[in-house]
């Protein structure tokens, strides 16, 4: 049956998008806010042969990190929300500060605040019947669009408030006292009310899909200034006991 | 097929500023619409607290280069509203509770217009600067070539506009002017502390504005997407565009009449 085929083929192209759009996502996402995943740094050479993985919606990006290359085998079921929290953990000088550690180490306490959670989404819309693609360039306009729509991510990456504490972290030459990391789910407990309120929510236009709609949207906390991100750890000065001159 | 179009806030900063706010306006356009294969380099402007994203296509890079050099000329060259270096002012502070106002007037008392007074109350001490506008409307337009319909022979091909852009530019020259001390009230002018927080909340107004403007353009190529044509090129910058720089507005008010108060007007104390 040449139409069967045809269908199928074009799902079949359609659900390698999704797949890429996922990975994608996530590699540009991490790209911009977790340093420390990225050993070798984050840029690609000039000049250096471009895989052809990277060549997907046209955005060289490098090599990604190591948790891209599990993607696809946890995110099996590509209408599961891929969910990525970006989270800020920051040294807490003594426990009488009024802070409430949620970790503690052998030397210090460390509190972990979600400044950024990102979900990225393809949602099904197929009904019972689902209809024929109606050519071969549908998925065609669905890639090019998701390729716009993967721009505007990247580019708004740089404009938000957590790029700057990114950057410190990349260019700091000296130990910081905070750090970024992050985790990737596809269920999260909702936020409370009271975490809503210092928060603002950025909802990219989805993108049309054949059989439904990829979807970015953004929860994040546009003001950072209360978490003292400009100072470095100020070691206390020590004698060096074997020192050689 | 719709041309859309996207006329960007504007954006008022001074003549060095330029070339920055426009790399950074045209380069987050071209990274929107150059959907070929690109490998894009992050850029730190340096006068604002900015991060904007480039292509990484040399020839763009050096087109975009070109065309803000015909610019920054063409503003140098026609600067419309210049001044004549300011001698003398006749400057009245009117007290009202706790606001001063200050209102410049000519020798022969009438009222003028500008386009802007800016002072700031310190107490005993403010500065007026006079600024003059030059408003430039910069359009980045992408297009397709098609054959022009009706015509066989010789072919001719047309430009079809698909998408245009408005970079809105207000390009200000400020002059300083200075009151003079009069025996019947005690101001001080003190130009150098003031002057430089009024830089400072400029500069800050500024980089808030780019930085709606770049969120302006993010979220216009998210919402019109239906309209962008078949990628023809898959390398680089896959959409012929051009650049333009339409005449600028007139935006100055009374300034012929200040001009000639300048030739024609002799010294007043302040009153």
Not at chain 2, 110 to 133: E, I, M
């Amino acid at each position: 049956m040449d139409l069967q085929d045809n269908v199928q083929k074009e799902y079949g192209r359609f659900e390698q998008i999704v797949s890429h759009f996922l990975s994608k996502s996530l590699h540009i996402i991490l790209d911009s806010r977790v340093p420390s995943i990225f050993p070798n740094g984050q840029n690609p050479l000039l000049g250096t042969p471009v895989k052809k993985s990277d060549k997907w919606f046209t955005l060289i990006l490098g090599d990604g990190p190591a948790c891209l290359e599990n993607l696809s085998l946890w995110h099996r079921n590509l209408t599961e929300p891929m969910i990525i929290d970006i989270v800020l953990v920051q040294e807490v000088p003594d426990s009488s500060s009024g802070h409430n550690p949620t970790i503690t180490f052998g030397l210090g306490m460390y509190v972990e605040t979600l400044i950024e959670r990102w979900v990225v989404q393809y949602e099904d819309s197929r009904t019972v019947f689902p209809h024929v693609v109606e050519s071969s360039s549908s998925y065609k306009k669905t890639y090019k669009k998701s390729i716009i729509l993967l721009r505007s991510l990247y580019s708004l990456m740089r404009l938000l408030p957590a790029y700057r504490p990114f950057q410190k972290l990349c260019s700091s030459t000296r130990a910081l006292d905070f750090d970024i990391s992050y985790k990737v789910s596809s269920f999260t407990a909702p936020f409370s009310r009271k975490e809503l309120e210092v928060m603002k929510i950025h909802q990219f236009t989805p993108v049309d899909a054949p059989e439904g709609r990829l979807f970015i949207s953004l929860t994040y906390r546009d003001d950072l200034s209360c978490f003292n991100l400009d100072t470095s750890i100020a070691y206390p000065p020590q004698i060096i006991t074997d020192y050689f001159a | 097929m719709n041309c859309e179009v996207c006329p960007l806030k504007e954006l008022e900063l001074e003549h060095f500023e330029v070339r920055e706010v426009l790399r950074c306006v045209l380069h987050t356009i071209f990274f929107h619409r150059a959907l070929g294969l690109v490998r894009p380099k992050d850029v730190d402007l340096e006068l604002f607290d900015i991060t904007y994203v480039q292509c990484g296509d040399l020839d763009l890079e050096k087109k975009i280069e070109e065309k803000i050099d015909q610019f920054i000329d063409r503003v140098e060259k026609h600067p419309n509203k210049k001044y004549q270096s300011v001698t003398y002012l006749e400057i009245r502070l009117k007290k009202s509770g706790n606001t001063v106002r200050a209102e410049i007037v000519d020798s022969g008392s009438s009222r003028l217009g500008f386009n802007r007074l800016v002072f700031s109350d310190r107490g005993y001490g403010f500065t007026a600067d006079l600024q003059s506008d030059s408003s430039v409307k910069i359009c980045l337009s992408f297009y397709e070539v098609k054959n022009k319909p009706g015509t066989w022979f010789p072919k001719k091909l047309e430009r079809l506009y698909w998408e245009q852009w408005e970079i809105n530019l207000n390009v200000v020259q400020q002059q300083k002017a200075h009151s003079s001390k009069s025996h019947h009230s005690k101001v001080v002018v003190d130009p150098g502390e003031s002057a430089v927080e009024e830089t400072s909340i400029r500069r800050a107004a500024l980089e808030a504005s780019l930085r709606e403007v770049l969120f302006q353009i993010i979220k216009f190529v998210n919402e019109k997407k239906d309209h962008v044509p078949p990628i023809p090129n898959l390398d680089g910058i896959s959409f012929p565009y051009e650049i333009t720089i339409p005449g600028s507005s007139d935006s100055a008010f009374g300034m012929d009449m200040f001009k000639r108060m300048l030739q024609t007007g002799h010294p007043t104390m302040l009153s």
